[in-house]
């Protein structure tokens, strides 16, 4: 597949040699000539991270006399980067994933189609990150009165919101939602199951960041295709030693992102990447995403991912006692201590949480100390995140 790509790469890279220092020094450093075959000197570029990008911002931005657009990152894995783009780079980032869209939907467009957490969803809907059950209900029913076809967001808001919807709380008409696109946090078949049952409406993965916007998107056959016009994708062995040997970071290389280039920029996602002829008759690379990055693994432990091993103990609960948890986040306090936020459902009963114990004991180790705090609303990170596991 890098051969495959060979004419994309060359040009980005020759781009770069003339308006960005920071590569240029590395090109000469590394005394490669941009003429030879790619494949003698693509992998002699170093692999980059968030913490290279700030440690050398200056010279990193190439030289490009346009108007720029910033963005933060979220942080997650470290402090916000400012993320800048040229009004071109964000016209080629959008026409991409819109043709994406609309080969699931001829209907979408900029009118019916809406990301929960956009500033103009904010002004006309409400703080839809508030998650106190008043406000939520308040910003759902303006939400609805603006007639959206597709809705945009992380899987925990859509599986909150269905919580409402489940429970009579506020007004839906199921189905009229046709689609729920999935951003910003990994989504388990056990969740896409079960915010497809509650709206009535069909799941779509998309899988990007804000350095890159869109890098993958899957299709109606389920695979999720790498936007081959814009990326190349590799994978980085983690330092973790992982069940699956083909496990490792997700590694981009985007042709079109000149002013604040990624290349083999490591998102330090975990996922596999192959190329495979699929269902939709696209052949192109596919990413299969393991469900957490380098930041989640539980301190203390060589592979394990916080996100998937608390979540499958509260699924162990949710599975035996129906609605008992309506929202839930695990903080690791301390090498061996955890804290476990719980946002109570209906069915909750005090036994659930020496069950949740004898689940991290069992899968920590038995010195493990494990505290509760049960809360009215799980509130985002300082990120604005809404993730199930984090150290602190």
């Known amino acids: 597949m890098l051969i495959q790509k060979e004419k994309e790469i060359r040009k980005i890279l020759k781009f770069l040699n003339k308006n960005n220092q920071y590569y240029h020094n590395i090109f000469q450093e590394k005394e490669i000539n941009l003429d ?8 002699k570029l170093p692999v980059i991270t968030k913490q290279d990008i ?13 108007s720029r657009f910033s ?16 009004s071109a780079e964000r016209t080629t980032a959008g026409i991409n994933v819109w043709s994406r869209r609309r080969k699931w939907d001829t209907e979408v467009n900029v009118d019916n189609y809406i990301y929960l957490y956009d500033k103009s969803t ?13 406000n939520m209900i308040k910003c759902f029913n303006r939400l609805m009165k603006l007639k959206p076809r597709w809705l945009s967001g992380p899987i925990s808001s859509f599986e909150r919101y269905a ?9 839906y008409e199921i189905g009229s939602i046709k689609f729920l696109e999935l951003a910003g946090e990994y989504a388990s078949k056990e969740q896409r199951k079960y915010v497809e049952e509650v709206f009535g409406s069909k799941t779509i993965n998309h899988y990007g960041t804000i350095e890159s916007w869109c890098i993958a998107y899957e299709c109606p056959s389920g695979k999720l295709h790498v936007q ?55 052949t192109s690379q596919v990413i299969s995403l393991m469900g957490g990055r380098t930041a989640d693994i539980i301190r203390g432990t060589d592979d394990i ?73 799980i509130a985002p990170l300082k990120s604005g995140k809404m993730k199930t596991f984090c150290s602190t």
Request: with cysteine; hydrophobic share 30%.
């Open 36 to 43: 030879d075959d790619v494949e003698n000197y693509f992998y």
């Open 54 to 66: 700030r440690d050398h911002y200056s010279e990193y931005i190439s030289k490009l006399d346009l």
């Open 71 to 86: 963005e933060f990152t979220s942080g997650s894995t470290g402090k916000p980067v400012n993320c800048l783009k040229t």
């Open 122 to 134: 904010y002004k006309k809907v409400g703080n839809m990150l508030n998650f106190e059950k008043n």
């Open 163 to 171: 919580k409402l919807i489940q429970n009579g709380e506020v007004e």
């Open 228 to 282: 081959n016009n814009l990326f190349y994708v590799e994978t980085q062995k983690p330092q973790q030693i992982m069940d699956d040997p083909d496990v490792g970071e997700i590694t981009i290389t985007s042709f079109y992102n000149k002013l604040m280039p990624l290349v083999r920029y490591n998102i330090q996602d975990f996922g596999k990447v192959t190329v495979e002829e699929c269902g939709c008759c696209e």
């Open 305 to 377: 991912i916080g996100e998937l091993f608390f979540k499958r103990g509260i699924y162990k609960l949710i599975n035996h006692y129906g609605d008992c948890i309506n929202g839930f986040r695990v903080e690791q306090k301390k090498l061996n201590e955890f804290l476990v936020l719980i946002q109570k459902g209906k069915g909750f009963k005090e036994e659930m949480s020496e069950i949740m114990t004898k689940h991290i004991k069992t899968g920590l180790g038995k010195d493990v100390v494990v505290n509760y705090e049960y809360v009215d609303v």
